[in-house]
């Protein structure tokens, strides 16, 4: 009897043509072109005790293509995949175990990237989030969290708008969607 296994792109890829396009651009910049040496860029370094953040490049946009049942509402599997991953992590790379995650990041632009990382509570409590839904009653702290626009890219190169101009410089740089409620977009938007 032979016995087949479909492999799952859940850690080190990303989607790069949707709603959650930033999640796997940022995966896929880190990896092939942030290495000193290799690509061109000083995000990445290949010796540890150098770096300042740790990034865990696993996918929430791919776990829940992957694990989730439609209709279910069964956030489990997901919660599971990250808290193995840490698990993993933090027994084999004594980087997480000094600081307990703290300086470790995880990227999620779909909305159940909080719930997932709920899972693991280091990694909840400890560690960074950079969250598209920066969302406080999701659990998003300012104190360590960061927000992240998402960019929707239908066929997954980015446009000319978003790429570094070497002749225009932008004095402020902001971004927020949906409409004018709360008292900080107005502020915002005087300034």
């Known amino acids: 009897m032979e016995k087949r296994f479909k492999v799952s792109p859940l850690v080190h890829n990303g989607p790069c043509k949707d709603i ?4 796997g651009r940022f995966i896929h910049e880190m ?7 290799g690509g061109g860029g000083w995000f990445r370094t290949s010796e ?5 953040a740790f990034f865990m490049p696993f996918s929430v946009t ?7 049942k439609e209709g279910s509402y069964d956030l489990r599997p997901l919660g599971r995949v990250v808290s193995d991953y840490v698990g993993v992590i933090s027994s084999k790379h004594p980087f997480w175990n000094r ?12 909305d159940w990237g909080p719930h ?17 839904n920066a969302n406080t009653t999701e659990g998003f702290d300012p104190r360590k969290d960061v927000s ?7 066929f997954g190169d980015l446009p000319t708008q978003l790429l ?28």
């Open 62 to 68: 791919m776990m829940v293509a992957y694990l989730y």
């Open 99 to 110: 600081t307990n995650g703290a300086d470790h990041f995880m990227l999620s632009c779909h």
């Open 164 to 191: 570094p101009s070497t002749t225009t410089t932008r004095a402020h740089l902001a971004f927020f969607a949906g409409g004018l409620h709360g008292p900080i977009r107005p502020i915002l938007l005087r300034h």
């Open 116 to 132: 997932a990382s709920r899972a693991n509570p280091q990694l909840y409590t400890n560690s960074i989030r950079v969250l598209c």
């Open 31 to 37: 990896e092939n072109l942030g290495g000193r040496g």
């Open 48 to 52: 540890p005790g150098e770096a300042h």
């Open 20 to 23: 959650y396009t930033i999640e």
């Open 148 to 154: 992240l626009p998402e960019i929707n890219l239908l």
